[in-house]
């Protein structure tokens, strides 16, 4: 099991930024991409970036939604369990919970398998004020 502790939402004018992070625990050797999703009022959720890891070879490639081109940045720690989102020139359309995401794929952790499974973080709200 992987658990994932998000924090770093909060108030923000338009124009300001806020960093959010995601930290996960357990056993996250099957882990191949974190991501981040939004849940804006009234909306369905939706990715915000994600990125892959597995070190140099495989690591560090990111995706981004067309909204947030530019201004976000998603990044990891060295070891790939902490999860950062930097968000810039901040919206009021940006106002919504985000959540942290991690994909697990099929894979020998050494003793026992792993199959497809997504874990989810708890959410942290992020409100931008015009």
């Known amino acids: 099991q992987v658990q994932l502790v998000e924090s770093g939402g909060g108030l923000v004018q338009a124009r300001g930024s806020l960093r959010l992070s995601c930290v996960a625990s357990?056993?996250?050797?099957?882990?191949?991409?974190m991501g981040w999703y939004r849940q804006r009022p009234g909306k369905e959720r939706e990715l915000v970036a994600s990125?892959?890891?597995?070190?140099?070879?495989?690591?560090?490639?990111?995706n981004y939604a067309d909204s947030v081109k530019g201004r976000f940045t998603i990044s990891t720690d060295n070891n790939e369990n902490t999860l950062y989102l930097q968000m810039s020139s901040l919206k009021p359309e940006d106002t919504a919970v985000y959540y942290c995401?991690?994909?697990?794929?099929?894979?020998?952790?050494?003793?026992?398998?792993?199959?497809?499974?997504?874990?989810w973080g708890q959410g942290t709200q992020v409100t931008v004020s015009p």
């Open positions: 990125i892959t890891r597995g070190g140099s070879t495989r690591g560090g490639r990111t």
């Open positions: 995401k991690a994909v697990q794929i099929p894979c020998d952790r050494g003793g026992s398998l792993a199959y497809f499974e997504d874990f």
């Open positions: 357990g056993d996250t050797t099957c882990i191949s991409t």
